[in-house]
């Protein structure tokens, strides 16, 4: 009696994103079921408190071949000294989640690799490796769901402290809806600085503010391109339509290889950009900083949030993806906390639940629906901006191997691009952001 709640550490290493909904999703689940959670990157943790821990959730993505996220490098160089022996983590209770995809030949590699290593390392499994697989039909839910709920009733065995009212009995969603992650401030346009009018330095400024942690963690320099050729390297009439595309640097020259990987920021379509403006009933033109919400935590005041205002319209254009992303399930639980229609709220409520996520995949993952597509599908709901910066996927750069080299072509970069286009089940046709983007592009205007 008298021992204090438990409290679970949810570990992530992500490189696109997923895992880190994922190991926010767990979080979330252990907080409405009363035991508090704290969610860290690998990269952000100080790998040498790990045997003071007492429950850990590991949520580990694969890329490459078999490789592991950037974020995840140092934290595994660090548990592969030789010097930890099998005792150092003897007190430590883990579990490992995988995101990976059964398509590739080393499948969920990190995650295997990981379970392996801290068994070796002495610590104690909660339960069996979950593994996540982009193949499922409903990705990598399909396993997160089962496995969360085996996960909880089985720390509930271990210790009922962790979940004090039991591993079923959940907080009301009244109570976790109002409390978005980030804040928006409004500025007077007439109290800026007129450079900040001018808009210089706008990718990086509107970026550095967006939620999306991974843009912060890239390290690589970011230049501008010029189009300047455009050409269809597929037969007419072929069901393919693959593009040679040619570039010159407008910013200074930055070296590379052939094969090197360039990655390229889509712009999205300007009119849907205003549809989903007047869709949220948003601003424009308004001036905003977006930060982190002030909690009891992390006291956050105006003075602390450091970046340059930017105007509403161009942080939506840079960093959310509005028109091609689908949503994630969160987002429609959040929907049915504002729809105002009943029936809009029950679809909303059915959707998010586990016996609606089926019919979800269907309808959002599978015909590829896109933030504002879910918007006017549901037109009751109207959501503060402030949850739309969180839930909105990020805007996200593709990447591309470069086929020119700098001695060939200086100042360059030569790219060969299949353009991205498919039916969906319910015979839309849908179209990749970036390649369609890229070929909608005339060089003559630049
Ligand atoms: C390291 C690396 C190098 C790359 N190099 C190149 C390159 O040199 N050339 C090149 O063309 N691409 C390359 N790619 C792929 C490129 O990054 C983009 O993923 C691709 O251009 C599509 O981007 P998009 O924005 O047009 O499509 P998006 O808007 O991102 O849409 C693509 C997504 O649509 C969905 N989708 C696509 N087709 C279908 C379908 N038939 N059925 C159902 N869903 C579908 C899939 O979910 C897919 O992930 C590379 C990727 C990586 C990771
Ligand atoms: C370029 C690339 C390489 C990948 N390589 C692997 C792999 O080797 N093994 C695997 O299981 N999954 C692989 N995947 C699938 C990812 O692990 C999966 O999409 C996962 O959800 C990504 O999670 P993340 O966004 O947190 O990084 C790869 C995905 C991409 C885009």
């Given amino acids: 009696m008298g021992e204090k709640p438990r409290k679970l550490l949810v570990l992530y290493a992500s490189q696109t994103g997923n895992a880190l909904d994922a190991a926010e999703r767990i979080g979330r689940e252990a907080e409405r079921r009363g035991c508090s ?41 660090f548990l592969l000294q030789r010097n930890l022996g099998n005792c150092w983590l003897q007190r430590v209770r883990y579990a490992v989640f995988g995101l990976g995809d059964s398509g ?34 409903s990705g990598y839910e399909g396993t997160l769901d089962p496995w969360m709920l085996s996960l909880w009733s089985t720390l509930y065995q271990i210790n009922p402290k962790y979940f004090p009212k039991g591993p079923d ?9 109002d409390q ?66 040619e570039f010159q640097f407008v910013s200074s020259t930055i070296e590379y290889e052939v094969g090197d990987v360039v990655e390229l920021l889509p712009s999205q379509n300007s009119s849907s950009i205003d549809a989903f403006i007047e869709r949220c009933d948003l601003d424009p033109e ?56 009943e029936h809009e709220k029950e679809r909303l409520l059915y959707f998010a639940s586990p016996e609606g996520r089926d019919d979800l995949y269907n309808y959002n993952q599978k015909e590829r629906r896109s933030i504002l597509e879910v918007l006017e599908d549901f037109p009751s709901v109207q959501i503060p901006f402030e949850w739309l910066v969180q839930l909105v996927p990020p805007l996200k750069a593709r990447a591309f ?46």
């Avoid at 501008?224 to 393919?240: D, H, I, P, Q």
């Fill in 37 to 77: 959670a704290s969610i860290v990157s690998t990269d952000e943790f100080d790998s040498s408190s790990l045997p003071h821990e007492e429950a850990v959730v590991f949520v580990v993505s694969t890329t490459g071949q078999g490789d592991s996220p950037d974020s995840f490098k140092a934290f595994w160089r």
């Fill in 104 to 137: 590739y030949q080393k499948y969920n590699f990190v995650a295997k690799k990981l379970d392996k290593r801290l068994s070796d390392l002495g610590a104690t499994t909660i339960i069996e490796k979950g593994l996540g697989d982009d193949q499922h039909p």
């Fill in 169 to 177: 009995v959940k907080i009301s969603q009244d109570e976790v809806i």
């Fill in 180 to 245: 978005p992650k980030y804040r928006i401030l409004y500025h007077k346009r007439e109290k800026l600085d007129p450079n900040l009018l001018a808009e210089s330095d706008i990718i990086q400024r509107a970026r550095g503010m967006s939620p999306g942690k991974l843009f912060k963690e890239k390290s690589k320099p970011d230049c501008f391109l010029k189009m300047t050729r455009n050409e269809v390297l597929t037969k007419a009439g072929s069901t393919k339509d693959v593009r040679h595309f």
């Fill in 286 to 341: 308004s001036f905003i900083t977006v930060g982190p919400r002030e909690t009891e935590n992390n006291g956050v005041n105006e003075e602390m949030i450091t970046e340059l205002p930017i105007k509403l319209k161009t942080f939506i254009e840079l960093t959310m993806d509005v028109t091609s992303a689908s949503p994630r399930r969160y987002f429609f639980e959040v929907m049915s906390f504002y729809a105002t229609a």
């Fill in 401 to 446: 191997s470069i086929s020119s080299s700098l001695l060939a072509h200086p100042a360059q970069v030569h790219l060969t691009v299949s353009i991205v286009s498919w039916i969906t089940p319910y015979k839309r046709t849908r179209k990749g952001l970036c390649s369609s983007w890229l070929a909608s592009l005339t060089p003559e205007q630049g």
